[in-house]
């Protein structure tokens, strides 16, 4: 693996402290999950914390060897080259927190990895599922995340940077790319924004990348995140640049462009006419979710010489009985979805279950019996909520339904006008936000006709020649074949 | 580096200035002046439009691509060029305002009879605002996408293929006509706004190819705008048509879906990323010449020019009266369109030979 390590370093030799047992306890005093063990007779000391390392590797490639031995061979032993000796302290204090042991022999300071802790086993995804094509997800730990993506991409071109962001929690964050198809410009954009971070903490790739986005105060994410290993490969693939935190299990890929959330790995894994007819699909899904309540609103409170005489007397019956204005109305039924789905999402699956039913029955019969609202609106709101989770990245679906209900206030406010009028605003957004600097609405504007087979519709693989144009990757062609 | 236009976008861009609220009467317009078969009309006011665009493209490329605002401040003194200025940014920023008041008064007689237009104009003026504070690369995005939302409407056009009569295009042309010069540059403003691409001199380079990507968005205007009056022209009667006064929205309410009538009432709607587009163009023409004259920052200048507009609007409350105005403010704008081009030749010309007579 190609590592390159780049955690601050002690600038010159005048701020280093020579490592110390003394030092190093006291440093580390109250922490009883620190483990200290002395062999006064060899003049060793160990440190490390227990929860951290993985004991055999501990007792392989430490104890066996150096208690085993004579005082004389020590010495020797530890120019083996995985004792790394340390002149700093505070490197030393760095590795024991990231899972290294210590080893203090006489007057020198050694570090060894036996890193290993318990994690969760490689699982399916639960927030990107697919139905054919690899299932395996992301976990919290990066070394298994970076074996994943190396396990796919088998190249030497495939650089890893190894950065540190949150000066307490001191958490490792990767950037990945292969050279010579990624453009650098990229790459040092992002490497130059994550070093810039200076904060306490971070836990999670969607927190770092509120830190490092270009335009914090939209709602619109600007990295696309993923937890699928396939999915990563192919933004490596593609040229752009993906991103991996420690202890988180999403990974992040930019530059990213707003129609890049639409696309799922099962587009490529079926025949290409199902994965276009699924793509436009959720684009359809997209125009759902914005724009069916707010136009039931709309129609309902401002434009009835809108609907067909036949529909009227339906829609006036189901109606009659709600005491509210269209807006209150729809806006009610918005929030109880939103709050089925927040329920929903923070139970256990099987309380789950019950709060669906419950809803279900709830929102589908007793709202409409009470005259709360109309039948109409329920299959409207339903129809929008079922669309909104179309969206296979489930942060731009977040969004959407944000927005939707800005739609619906602002068609509860002016109607048709109020709905032109918050499309405008939102593509009037959309239009000044960039991804690592390139415009998100590639590659509608600027217009790349050639990257639409590949964005709207899944062309045939025979077409999908070139990498996307966002990547302005040095290295265009990805097929060459012919057939 | 500062982005520069792509054809593509400066042909989108010009395409959109120039479909704006024109288009709404343009059949009615083109039967009342034209009279029988009007349509044909606008071929010889595309070529105008064009020839005159092939002046701003010779101003281009005897400045070799200098900003105008450049070219003239060189060779005028200040005291003359600054009230020049100041009509030429008040010209453009009444168009843009009158031309979004303009739509706003449609939708109210369409939708909202007893609202306020005001509210609609400030909530108009507010989203121009979003956007005039943009770059123009970013504006030239914006209106990419927006033509997208558009242009799909054109394909409504099938609609009125069953009730398209050939028959109603009669075998006479310009029959019936009544045009007098005034009729004629009515109808022409809806060329109009191929000059602001004046102002896009210093966001190009060789490989946005600006005047030829202005002539293509030029044509691009003349063939939708043919499309649209030949199928107005076959689907009403010619006597019909003039009495209309707004065609595009009577036959916006002809379609018809199972689950949808009165579509005026959404698809006028959409219109409103057109109109957004060509006030964005005119104001933030008027913002980038005041900026030569009052540098203070963009979002400040913008505001200004949006308020002082907006009060400017308030006194023309009706859309007759909105037309008039309009009108008025169409001669300014086309005078200027020819006009300043050859000016600005002139001057460059002059200029050239004072060089040479210098170097000699």
């Known amino acids: 693996m190609t590592n390159t390590d780049v955690q601050p370093q002690p600038s010159s030799s005048d701020n280093q402290v020579k490592p110390s047992l003394e030092h190093t306890l006291s440093e580390f005093q109250d922490c009883i999950d620190l483990i200290h063990r002395s062999y006064p007779e060899l003049h060793i000391d160990l440190l490390f914390f227990g929860h951290q390392v993985d004991h055999d590797r501990l007792y392989q490639d430490i104890m066996n060897p150096l208690l085993s031995g004579e005082t004389e061979a020590i010495p020797t032993i530890l120019k083996q080259s995985r004792f790394i000796r340390v002149r700093d302290s505070k490197e030393l204090i760095i590795g024991i927190l990231s899972g290294k042991a210590a080893i203090f022999f006489l007057q020198d300071a050694f570090l060894v990895d036996v890193f ?3 994690s969760r086993a490689i699982s399916q995804s639960e927030t990107e599922t697919v139905i054919t094509g690899p299932h395996d997800a992301f976990t919290e730990q990066a070394g298994t995340n970076l074996s994943l993506i190396r396990q796919r991409i088998k190249s030497s071109h495939l650089k890893v940077i190894k950065l540190s962001v949150g000066e307490i929690t001191k958490t490792d964050v990767y950037v990945l790319y292969i050279k010579d198809i990624a453009n650098m410009d990229y790459v040092n954009k992002a490497i130059e924004r994550i070093k810039f971070i200076e904060v306490d903490a971070l836990f999670d790739t969607n927190m770092l990348l509120q830190y490092i986005d270009d335009a914090p105060y939209s709602v619109f994410p600007q990295f696309l995140t993923s937890e699928r290993p396939d999915a990563i490969g192919s933004k490596l693939i593609a040229g752009r640049i993906v991103g991996i935190v420690d202890g988180s299990p999403s990974a992040f890929s930019a530059p990213t462009s707003f129609f890049e959330y639409f696309s799922s790995s099962d587009d490529y894994y079926q025949r290409w006419m199902l994965g276009s007819a699924s793509r436009l699909l959720r684009f359809i899904a997209l125009i759902i979710t914005l724009s069916f ?5 709309s129609i309902t409170t401002y434009h009835y010489e809108m609907i067909p005489e036949n529909l009227l007397l339906t829609l006036t019956e189901s109606r009659s ?8 109305e729809a806006l009610f039924m918005e929030t109880t979805i939103e709050l089925l789905r927040e329920a929903g999402a923070r139970l256990p699956t099987k309380i789950g279950q019950t709060i669906g039913i419950v809803g279900g029955i709830v929102i589908g ?20 909520a079922i669309a909104s989770f179309v969206t296979p990245a489930y942060v731009m679906s977040a969004s959407i339904r944000l927005l939707r209900f800005g739609l619906i206030l602002l068609a509860g406010i002016w109607g048709n006008f109020g709905l032109a009028a918050g499309v405008t605003a939102i593509v009037i957004h959309m239009s000044g936000l960039t991804s690592l600097g390139s415009s998100y609405l590639t590659p509608v504007a600027p217009l790349k006709l050639k990257d639409w087979k590949d964005v709207f519709i899944v062309a045939p693989f025979k077409f999908l020649t070139e990498r996307p144009s966002q990547s302005r990757s040095p290295n265009k062609v990805k097929n060459k074949m012919k057939k | 580096m500062q982005e520069k236009l792509s054809p593509f976008h400066v042909a989108i861009l010009v395409y959109m200035i120039q479909s704006g609220i024109v288009m709404y009467r343009l059949p009615q317009m083109l039967a009342e002046h034209f009279g029988t078969n009007g349509w044909l009309a606008i071929i010889p006011m595309f070529l105008l439009a064009s020839a005159n665009i092939l002046l701003i493209g010779a101003v281009y490329r005897l400045g070799n691509g200098v900003s105008i605002l450049v070219i003239l401040e060189q060779s005028i003194p200040r005291f003359i060029l600054y009230p020049f200025y100041l009509i030429m940014s008040c010209v453009w920023a009444m168009i843009g305002c009158l031309i979004s008041k303009h739509y706003v008064l449609i939708f109210q007689m369409v939708a909202f009879p007893t609202t306020n237009p005001m509210i609609f104009k400030i909530a108009l003026d507010v989203l121009i605002f979003l956007l005039m504070t943009k770059s123009i690369y970013n504006i030239s995005k914006a209106t990419t996408v927006f033509f997208w939302m558009l242009m799909w409407m054109v394909l409504l056009l099938f609609f009125f293929y069953k009730d398209f009569h050939w028959s109603r295009l009669t075998p006479f042309i310009f029959q019936g006509s009544t045009l007098t010069i005034d009729g004629f540059f009515n109808v022409y403003s ?6 602001l691409c004046l102002f896009l ?8 190819k600006l005047i030829k990507a202005v002539l293509a968005g030029n044509l691009i205007t003349a063939i939708v705008y043919i499309y649209f009056c030949f199928i107005a022209f076959g689907f009403y009667y010619y006597e019909q048509l003039k009495t209309l006064q707004f065609p595009l929205l009577n036959l916006l309410a002809y379609i018809q879906l199972p689950f949808v009538q009165a579509t005026e009432n959404l698809l006028y709607g959409f219109f409103m990323f057109s109109i957004i587009i060509t006030a964005v163009m005119y104001f933030w023409s008027a913002k980038e010449i005041s900026k030569r004259m009052f540098p203070i920052s963009d979002r400040l200048l913008s505001a200004i020019i949006l308020v002082a507009a907006l009060g400017f609007s308030f006194i023309p409350d009706v859309i007759s009266e909105v037309d008039q105005w309009l009108s008025y403010l169409g001669y300014a704008e086309l005078a200027l369109s020819l006009g300043l081009p050859l000016g600005l030749i002139v001057l460059l010309l002059i200029v050239r030979k004072r060089g040479a007579a210098l170097n000699e």
Request: proline letters at 8%; hydrophobic letters at 45%.
């Open chain 1, 116 to 118: 290993g802790v318990n």
């Open chain 1, 321 to 328: 009985r709600v005491p509210f204005p269209p807006l209150y």
């Open chain 2, 201 to 208: 001199f210093p966001y190009s380079d060789k490989k946005t």
């Open chain 1, 293 to 297: 309540t707010a136009l039931y609103v």
């Open chain 2, 190 to 195: 809806a060329f109009a706004g191929y000059s």
């Open chain 1, 365 to 384: 019969q007793a709202a409409v019996q009470a005259g709360l609202t109309s039948n109409i609106l329920i299959i409207t709101v339903a129809a929008s």
